[in-house]
C-alpha cells in the first residue's frame, strides 16, 4: 500500500468548513473537535479563519508526523496488509492520507482518503490510520449494506483490535471508545 500525504491552508480550510459543517453530528454524539485558535462551532467567518489556519500551519511538525507513520507502516506493513485482506474484500493500493490540527481524531472519505488529525493527544496517528484504514475495508459490504449507526460501525472496528491477535499485539493498549458490540450485532454482519 502506498501512501500520499497532503498538508496545506486549503486542506485545513476544507477540514474546518467539513467540521463546521456537521456541528450538529459532533454536539449528538459529544464529540469536541478542535478548530483554530478563537473559533468555535459557530464559526462563519472565513476570511479570519484563513488567516488564523495560516498563522497555526506547521510544517515541520507535519514532516515529522509522515517520516513517523511511514516508519512504523514499514514495521508493520506485512501484518497489518495480511490482517485487512484476511476480511476478503478489496483493499486500496494508494491511500491519500490529509494530516490536520482541526477536527476529531481521524475519518475517511471510500474508496482511499484518511484524514488524521497530528494535534489529538487521545490517540497515536498510526493507530488512526489504520482504525481509517479497517473503515475503509468494510464501509461498503458491512457499514452500508447493514446501514450501521455511528457507534455501531465504531465498535465494530474497536472489536477488531480487542479480539485480532495480530492487531493486539500490535496495539496492546486498545480499548473501546464506548463499548463492545453487541452480541446481536455481530451476528448480523457475519462476525460470529
Known amino acids: 500500500m502506498k501512501f500520499g500525504f497532503h498538508y496545506s491552508v486549503e486542506t485545513e480550510l476544507n477540514r474546518v468548513r467539513y467540521t463546521l459543517g456537521k456541528r450538529d453530528f459532533f454536539k449528538q454524539n459529544n464529540y469536541k473537535p478542535r478548530l483554530p485558535s478563537g473559533f468555535d462551532l459557530e464559526a462563519k467567518d472565513a476570511e479570519m479563519m484563513t488567516s488564523q489556519i495560516e498563522l ?34 478489496p483493499v486500496p493500493p ?16 471510500p474508496p482511499n482518503r484518511i484524514i488524521l488529525n497530528m494535534a489529538t493527544d487521545k490517540r497515536d496517528p498510526f493507530l488512526t490510520l489504520v482504525h481509517e484504514l479497517i473503515h475503509l475495508v468494510i464501509q461498503a459490504p458491512i457499514i452500508d449494506g447493514f446501514n450501521l449507526e455511528h457507534w455501531d460501525k465504531e465498535s465494530l472496528v474497536d472489536y477488531q483490535f480487542m479480539t485480532n491477535p495480530t492487531l493486539k499485539r500490535i496495539f496492546p493498549n486498545y480499548s473501546y471508545q464506548r463499548q463492545a458490540p453487541s452480541k446481536l450485532l455481530l451476528k448480523k454482519v457475519g462476525w460470529l
Do not use: H, P, R
Open 56 to 89: 497555526e500551519l506547521e510544517l515541520e511538525k507535519t514532516k515529522k508526523l509522515q517520516a513517523k507513520i511511514l516508519n512504523e507502516w514499514q514495521e508493520c506493513e506485512t501484518d497489518i496488509s495480511q490482517y485487512l485482506m484476511s476480511f476478503g474484500l
Open 94 to 109: 494508494a491511500i491519500d492520507i490529509f494530516l490536520t490540527k482541526y477536527g476529531v481524531g481521524g475519518s475517511y472519505w
